[in-house]
């Protein structure tokens, strides 16, 4: 059963930056595409960022294109995303999850190990 822990969230003012990590156990990281999708308050858990297995492709939503940047480091078993110019509407929890579909998954139900979540909260 796979597990992942998110961490890293906090409270940032507009402009800000933040790092978010992953920590993986119980499955085999580098075995899986990996993503980060958010949930911002009264809304659904949306795509984010994702990687493919070796670290070499990366993909995003076009909304966080240019500000957040996605990494792996399948010797540690950790999945960051760094996040640069945050904005308010940045505002949410987000959760870090592994697939094993092809290509470049970026819905909910192609991932199939989730982690619980890290909020994030950006000030104005």
């Known amino acids: 059963q796979g597990q992942l822990v998110e961490s890293g969230g906090g409270e940032v003012q507009d402009g800000g930056s933040l790092s978010l990590s992953c920590t993986v156990s119980?499955?085999?990281?580098?075995?899986?595409?990996m993503g980060w999708f958010r949930r911002s308050p009264g809304g659904e858990r949306d795509f984010v960022a994702g990687i493919s297995k070796d670290g070499a492709t990366s993909f995003y939503v076009d909304s966080v294109k240019g500000r957040f940047t996605i990494s792996r480091d399948n010797a540690k078993n950790t999945l960051y995303l760094h996040m640069n110019s945050l904005l308010p509407e940045d505002t949410a929890v987000y959760y870090c999850?592994?697939?094993?579909?092809?290509?470049?998954?970026?819905?909910?139900?192609?991932?199939?190990?989730w982690g619980l979540g890290t909020q994030v909260t950006v000030a104005s």
């Open positions: 119980g499955f085999t990281f580098s075995g899986f595409v």
């Open positions: 999850a592994a697939s094993l579909s092809k290509g470049q998954p970026k819905l909910r139900n192609q991932y199939i190990y």
